[in-house]
T-cell receptor
Framework: SAVISQKPSRDICQRGTSLTIQCQVD?????MFWYRQQPGQSLTLIAT?????????ESGFVIDKFPISRPNLTFSTLTVSNMSPEDSSIYLC????????????FGPGTRLTVT | QKEVEQNSGPLSVPEGAIASLNCTYS??????FFWYRQYSGKSPELIMS????GDKEDGRFTAQLNKASQYVSLLIRDSQPSDSATYLC??????????FGSGTKLNVKP
């Protein structure tokens, strides 16, 4: 497995502001993902973070709202821009260590509350 | 729209019993299947992966895969109160995307 850390672990933000969430992995990984999990719901994939190129976004998520960076194989950031209360959620980064097994491991998550 | 279906539960079993969790998926081309456990307030934790038809055992956990029926299951033997959590089924398709079910909440009663 991998050790994955996220910062911040939680935050309370005002509407209209932006928050950048960091994800750090203790080893180089090929695949990194960003998910959102709203209370009592399952995981929704926001995007795949691609090293050295633009992220691949899922339907319903756009780069202007959720810009993602991935400068190297161990680090990525997700920014939640121009926040509204509907963005209140848990944001999770995950990694797949191997393109053979595709086993995915999750960071501890960032709990975001927008007021 | 690719789908992964799970019964939301809650599934209640007495301590020591076998808990059986089920999952169906819509994409016949899917090749990799996973079970995650998520405790309340925590992130999902990988407990089993399975790639070929049949059974795969790891301790008290057995994953079963039937690709013809597009069906994956997880059996937990000798269930313990510490197994009480939400269990998520996940499918990885041929386009490098994961799809998660909505999860089944398991309650193991002492």
């Amino acid at each position: 497995s991998a050790v994955i850390s996220q910062k911040p672990s939680r935050d309370i933000c005002q509407r209209g502001t932006s928050l950048t969430i960091q994800c750090q992995v203790d080893s180089q990984v090929t695949m990194m993902f960003w998910y959102r999990q709203q209370p009592g719901q399952s995981l929704t994939l926001i995007a795949t973070a691609n090293q050295g190129s633009e992220a691949t976004y899922e339907s319903g998520f756009v780069i202007d709202k959720f810009p993602i960076s991935r400068p190297n194989l161990t680090f990525s950031t997700l920014t939640v821009s121009n926040m509204s209360p509907e963005d209140s959620s848990i944001y999770l980064c995950s990694v797949a260590l191997s393109v053979l097994s595709y086993e995915q491991y999750f960071g501890p998550g960032t709990r975001l509350t927008v007021t | 729209q690719k789908e992964v279906e799970q019964n939301s539960g809650p599934l209640s079993v007495p301590e020591g019993a076998i808990a059986s969790l089920n999952c169906t998926y819509s994409d016949r081309g899917s090749q990799s299947f996973f079970w995650y456990r998520q405790y309340s307030g925590k992130s999902p934790e990988l407990i089993m992966s399975i790639y070929s038809n049949g059974d795969k055992e790891d301790g008290r956990f057995t994953a079963q895969l039937n690709k013809a029926s597009q069906y994956v299951s997880l059996l937990i033997r000798d269930s313990q109160p510490s197994d009480s959590a939400t269990y998520l089924c996940a499918v990885f398709d041929n386009f490098n995307k994961f799809y998660f079910g909505s999860g089944t909440k398991l309650n193991v009663k002492p």
